[in-house]
């Protein structure tokens, strides 16, 4: 995946927050939310994983 890939992916993903905030009746339910967030969390982890050990400590 390239970097611009990931930036329009959160680009939408912010409009889809802003919009849902806006809202009074939630497009999502919350339990599709959590697992969205719990995917992206697990895909996140697993960057971080790849990443050399001395990367890692680093941040």
Excluded: C, F, W
Excluded at 15 to 38: C, F, G, M, W
Aim: proline share 5%; hydrophobic share 45%; glycine share 2%.
């Amino acid at each position: 995946m390239q970097m611009t890939d990931l930036s329009d992916e959160l680009a939408a993903k912010r409009a889809a927050i802003r919009k849902a905030r806006n809202s009074t009746k939630p497009a999502v339910p919350a339990e599709q939310v959590l697992t969205i967030l719990k995917a992206d969390l697990a895909r996140v982890q697993a960057a971080i994983d790849a990443l050399p050990h001395e990367e890692r400590r680093a941040g």
